[in-house]
């Protein structure tokens, strides 16, 4: 007889409880696309993957996806870090991911997307630590993409004296102590700072999602997010690139924008949305799905 558990936990309490001694246990683990929430949208035969940025989950993505499943196979997901995500197999390993680098989240994207048979000359769209997630996986394969679509991207946010990332090494450690003391609290407040203020229900959306990271995990990301540096890998990225920018950003300077272009070894491009905030995909998706037509050359 072969029982087939999908939660290891219960595994010894459930053999004492029956007191069955003549029983093959299988613990059956999940697999990785079902662990990330990963849903295939769309009757496009070129895919796209929309990967979505710290505090968010795949939901952040809705107000683009119409536009885009009539022209591509949309691939969504939740990183593990997403409070989208249920963390029953401890998904989220700390040590894994606690090197200031995006090295892991690359092996877990390129894991996936040969989990369910992305093998070549996909769309990637990656917003904010995403963008260099996706950098960083088409180094590893470069032949995975055929074009990196970076949204508010930035290889390091911190200052230092010949580059401008955005933050100063003093307002990043603020910001890492009151996640680490009063993450609750912060989570609205940074929200409205971070998402245009004129579109109150979009800054509720992502305040939201931000809320349901559980704070251990939060920190861990915010300090892989704010203390990696991950300029060098830039130079070596040969997959065309458009780098999406909003005309006001304060976590991604539009500096930054330029100095990625000016790095990037392939061909890339600069694309500036006459808007304010982090999320132009939630608060001026129209003007991002313009630029997204006009550069992978759809109707919408």
């Known amino acids: ?57 795949q939901s952040l993505w809705e107000k683009i996806i119409p536009y885009l499943t009539n022209h591509f196979r949309v691939i969504v997901f939740d990183w593990p870090f997403s409070g989208a995500v249920k963390d029953d197999q401890n998904l989220f390993d700390h040590e894994n991911y606690s090197h200031n680098s995006y090295d892991a989240f690359a092996n877990d994207l390129i894991s996936l997307l040969d989990e369910i048979k992305v093998s070549s000359s996909s769309i990637f769209i990656g917003h904010s630590m995403s963008a260099m997630i996706g950098c960083i996986a088409s180094v590893k394969r470069p032949h995975l993409f055929k074009r990196l679509i970076l949204v ?41 700072l971070v998402v245009d203020a004129n579109d109150p229900l979009s800054v509720d959306k992502f305040a939201q999602s931000l809320r349901r990271m ?24 040969v997959t065309p690139c458009t780098i999406v920018q909003t005309s006001s950003d304060i976590v991604a300077p539009n500096s ?42 759809f109707q919408y």
Do not use: C
């Open 1 to 57: 007889m072969i029982l087939k558990l999908y939660n290891s936990s219960f595994l010894y309490f459930l053999l004492l409880l029956l007191n069955l001694q003549n029983i093959m246990v299988v613990v059956v683990e999940k697999s990785l696309s079902v662990s990330m929430n990963a849903r295939i949208i769309g009757s496009g035969t070129e895919s796209m993957i929309l990967a979505h940025g710290y505090g968010g989950d």
């Open 152 to 192: 508010g991207a930035s290889p390091r946010y911190m200052n230092t004296d010949n580059y401008e990332g955005g933050f100063k090494k003093s307002e990043i450690e603020n910001i890492i102590e009151t996640i680490r003391t009063n993450f609750y609290d912060w989570a609205p407040k940074f929200a409205s």
């Open 214 to 237: 559980k704070p251990e995990i939060a920190l861990s990301v915010a300090k892989t997010v704010f203390y990696s540096d991950e300029r060098d890998v830039l130079e070596k990225v």
């Open 256 to 297: 930054v924008a330029y100095y990625m272009q000016d790095k990037i070894k392939g061909d890339a491009t600069v694309e500036i949305i006459d808007t304010s905030g982090h999320f132009p995909h939630l608060t001026a998706h129209l003007q991002l799905i313009e630029v997204l037509s006009r550069v992978l050359g």
